[in-house]
């Protein structure tokens, strides 16, 4: 199942609130109720993030309704969570929610009733409690099929018999039919004096039962719902509500209580081409449709940061905030122009529908209110303006004709205005008390010149600030792990085990390559080049897996080497009984020997040998006890560490400065080694071949690498080693599997490590590459020498791609003994699975070098977040960013690092810190860009 879109930005909540738990039953009951019986359809997930709305779609016949249940609980833990009513057609491109156009299955119609709430909701004319919403959903006449307690209001469905596919012959139907019902309903809530929003748009996203809503932080209400089983026809629908309005009871209205007439150059039928919300979803407001001055466009665009965004993202605007633009823009000077203009990028714009919409903009509503545009956006944009709370609506800005250069200094350093209203058209008023300035006329058409301004002057920023750069968190992208590159008898056993412990394919996958090489060792090897018989591959390997605690690293490679860990028990007691028979005999030896020096006779009788131990992983040994171990086992071992950054760490502990060449030549798999003490004599061993397996945290990894990548004394080829290390994506939902583990897949695998390990290290199994086969590793090695040599690659990475010289060769040998063929040369088939091998760990070597290079942009990305959130305010130090301790940010050097980053980003700009009269070192401060937005 793929990863989650921008899952990165979802945080745990409070504690205060972690009491509050989404409920996956019913969130899968609630989806089956809707969508049993769809034959097919894109289902359209969002939620609320860093970066804006995350919107993923999934196929429903890709995933059971309890994973995508699953799914959408995961993210409603710390943030809202939305679904589309409607099934899309089709996967659309990332970023884009489409329109009504793409939606083609419909599990029935339905209404969004707000419940007044003062910290949910900014208007505050809606139903008063539920029960007042629930008068209203029902003033159809009609019993809902189904009702969701939102948290702050109710969701009425009225449910189709089955998911109703939606096609061009009853796409104008349905549509008009949902458009009816809101009209019935708000109808009525207009004669309580009640407010309601408009869902008739086929496109509408509401929230799902069983997660949570988080408008109100402290206050968390789980989303949940009732279930009546009464469920309808459309054609039964439609009649219901056409008698109703023929009775003439209720007349149709929309937001405000206005829906404009029909155009007339608009044909009847036609679908409104840039349309992804009803007219409720237009960002329109209480400001009035009355008559204001020409405003500016130029100093709107510097102060609103949403403006910016309606400009600059007018490719993928959502119609309400496209509806809520133009009505600034349309009063703006030269605003016909300015809103084909801005419209244009966008891919269904049509000059005609852009017309129609702006003559509505300009005649049916006023200019959209800070406050309107704050709800749709999430304040997204308007908390980062400096203009927030002091004015009602963007045109404001450019009604008041002074330049931003002119107007107040950095606010960071100035002091907090008196409290200002507005007037009846949005303009800021001064507080109580203070003089009221010149009121600015309208100038005349005919003008030569503007009088000079001389209103009272918004507070801006001084200087003009870039648009803030996103910030990337993103990890490289790795190669997915393709199953066929395993050997066939480890395949379903690789499967089953990932299956079961829900973790990436890739960690088996490679815990039984590198088991296997710590099985075979020095009882196979190759000759890569065809008459070069100097260069001989042992086919032992380093490796690991990459990731977070608690990702069941420690189970997982447990479950992988139990062919090893049973072998090696069986070897055990073999090996006890063999020294209980030694033990007597070198006793019955030593007897002897002593009875003839007694009788002064010559013993010549050899001592008895020690019967060698078996061995075949190890986890923490000194270096003289594997000089003893590796003398009884010549073919290697498997050096297995729960965690590698505890055996990174042993290898740089003082006293223990002999075990890292020691390591170093281990991995070669093919040469002795030797060490000379005073009081212990010689201790040689004639091969040393070790194969290390183990998990570490991404945490840990970083710091190991930092000397290997910058140079440091770590540097010495040592991490490169790790050529079957990966870091793939992990999952983020979770499916539990709990049945019996697959064993006829474990038994082909127990079979594979039970023939490898009878061969012999004294005659080991001696190969090459077949004709074909040889031909593909001279070619890849070419490129392989060609890239290495020449010198565009960083040092690091030439070192450690330079390793795949033997890697390649090894993978080939493993794939081929563990497919069964030992008496044979490595055909072509393995050779290429082996390269196949290689491309995909590379992709795994740059995402793990990444945690180094990478840095200063993690760590960027680290503090981004912190101040989209508001947790230094608008203006603070680096030492304020050290003193917290938040992650990669807490010392002075990485801070420093990160501050440049985001400079360049256009996040904050440094600024000098006023002088002390005492003197001292003079400072700097940075001061946040005021389009960074908080969450």
């Avoid at 990165?8 to 738990?21: D, E, H, I, T, Y």
Wanted: hydrophobic share 40%; net charge negative; aromatic share 8%.
């Amino acid at each position: 199942m793929p990863p989650y879109t921008d899952l990165s930005v979802v945080s745990a909540p409070p504690l205060s609130v972690a009491r509050v738990s989404p409920d996956p039953l019913q969130a899968e009951r609630f989806l089956r109720l809707l969508y049993s019986g769809a034959p097919r359809g894109y289902l359209t997930l969002l939620h609320k993030g860093a970066s804006g709305m995350a919107c993923n779609f999934i196929d429903i016949l890709s995933l059971t309704m309890d994973q995508i249940a699953a799914r959408a609980c995961q993210i409603a833990t710390a943030a809202d969570v939305y679904f589309g009513v409607g099934l899309r057609g089709d996967k659309l491109e990332a970023g884009k929610r489409g329109d009504a156009s793409s939606i083609i299955m419909l599990p029935g119609l339905y209404a969004d009733i707000d419940i007044r709430h003062a910290d949910a909701h900014v208007q505050q004319n809606r139903p008063p409690n539920e029960d007042a919403a629930m008068e209203v959903l029902c003033s159809s006449g009609m019993e809902p099929s189904m009702i969701v307690h939102s948290g702050h209001g109710l969701h009425g469905y009225l449910l189709f018999e089955k998911p109703l596919g939606i096609d061009a012959n009853n796409r104008q139907t349905v549509q008009r039919t949902a458009a009816a019902l809101h009209s019935i309903n708000a109808a009525h809530a207009q004669r309580r004096g009640w407010a309601i929003d408009n869902v008739a748009d086929l496109a509408r996203i509401l929230r799902p039962a069983g997660t949570i809503n988080w408008k109100d932080p402290q206050n968390p209400k789980p989303v949940t719902f009732e279930y009546t089983g009464r469920r309808y026809s459309l054609e039964e629908i439609e009649q219901h509500i056409a008698e109703q309005l023929a009775a003439g009871s209720r007349g149709f209205v929309g937001f405000g209580g206005f829906v404009p007439p029909p155009d007339p150059d608009f044909a009847a039928g036609e679908t409104p081409v840039m349309q992804e919300g009803s007219g409720d979803d237009r960002l329109q407001d209480d400001v009035g449709n009355q008559e204001f001055p020409p405003a500016r466009i130029e100093p709107i665009m510097t102060g609103c940061p949403w403006m910016r965004h309606c400009h600059d993202d007018a490719e993928t605007l959502r119609e309400p905030e496209w509806y809520g633009m133009l009505g600034i823009i349309g009063r703006c000077a030269d605003g016909e122009r300015l809103a084909h203009e801005w419209s244009k990028p966008h891919p269904k714009y049509t000059h005609r529908e852009a017309d129609r919409k702006l003559r509505h903009a300009l005649t049916d509503a006023g200019p959209v209110t800070c406050a309107r545009v704050a709800e749709e956006t999430g304040g997204t944009y308007c908390q980062g303006c400096l203009c927030a709370g002091l004015i009602k609506s963007p045109i404001t800005i450019g009604t008041v004709d002074t330049s931003p250069m002119d107007l107040a200094p950095d606010p960071a350093n100035a002091p907090l205005l008196p409290p200002e209203t507005t007037d009846s058209v949005g303009r800021v008023a001064p507080a109580p008390g203070a003089p009221l300035p010149p009121v600015q006329e309208p100038v005349p058409e005919n003008a030569s010149a503007p009088a000079a301004p001389t209103t009272t002057p918004v507070p801006w920023v001084q200087g003009q600030w870039p648009q803030p750069k996103p910030l990337s968190t993103t990890l490289p992208p790795v190669v997915a792990f393709d199953p066929d590159l395993l050997p066939v008898a480890f395949r379903a056993y690789a499967l089953d085990v990932a299956e079961r412990m829900q973790v990436p394919l890739d960690f088996p996958a490679a815990a039984l390559l590198v088991a296997l090489a710590g099985a075979t060792g020095r009882r196979a090897r190759i000759r890569p080049k065809r008459h070069d018989r100097d260069w001989v591959v042992v086919p032992n390997l380093w490796g690991g897996i990459v990731s977070r605690p608690g990702n069941l690293k420690s189970p997982l490679i447990s479950a992988v080497l139990r062919p090893l860990r049973e072998l090696e028990k069986a070897a055990i007691a073999e090996h006890k009984e063999q020294m209980g028979a030694y033990e007597l005999e070198l006793e019955a030896w030593e007897a002897r020997k002593k009875a003839a020096f007694k009788a002064g006779d010559a013993f010549e009788e050899p001592k008895p040998e020690r019967p060698p131990g078996t061995r075949y992983i190890i986890n923490d040994a000194t270096i003289e006890k594997l000089h003893v171990i590796l003398e009884d086992n010549p073919q290697g071992v498997l050096l297995f560490r729960d965690e590698l950054a505890g055996w990174f760490a042993g290898l740089d502990t003082k006293g223990r400065e002999r075990e890292r060449p020691f390591f170093l030549e281990g991995w070669n798999g093919d040469g002795g080694y030797t060490i000379d003490r005073i009081g212990r004599g010689t201790l040689y061993v004639e091969y040393v071949c070790i194969s290390v397996f183990g998990g570490i945290q991404p945490a840990r990894l970083q710091g190991y690498l930092t000397d290997a990548v910058l140079g440091g004394g770590g540097d010495d080829g040592l991490a490169q080693r790790l050529q079957v290390i990966l870091w793939p994506d992990q999952e983020t939902d979770f499916r539990n599997v709990d049945r019996e583990p697959d064993r006829v897949a474990a038994t082909a695998v127990d079979a594979v490590f039970q023939r490898v390990t009878k061969m012999s290290p004294a005659e080991p199994f001696a190969t090459r590459f077949s004709d074909d086969a040889q031909e593909l590793f001279d070619d890849w090695r070419g490129e392989l020498e060609t890239r290495v040599r020449k010198g565009k690659l960083p040092r690091f990475l030439e070192s450690h791609l330079a390793k795949y010289r033997s890697l390649m060769p090894s993978i080939a040998l493993l794939l081929h003994i563990a497919d069964g063929s030992e008496g044979a040369e490595v055909p072509l088939a393995q050779a290429q699975r082996a390269a196949d091998w290689c491309s995909y760990l590379e992709s795994h070597a740059l995402r793990v070098y990444s945690c180094v290079t990478g840095f200063a942009e993690r760590a960027a990305a680290t503090l981004g977040e912190r101040i989209s959130k508001g947790a230094l305010g608008t203006r603070f130090s680096a030492r304020d960013v050290q003193t917290h301790g938040w992650t990669n940010l807490t010392k002075h050097e990485a801070v420093l690092l990160a501050l440049g980053v985001l400079q360049d980003a256009g996040w904050i700009r440094a600024v000098p810190r006023p002088k002390l009269p005492v003197g001292g070192r003079p400072t700097q401060d940075y001061v946040v860009n005021p389009a960074v937005h908080h969450d």
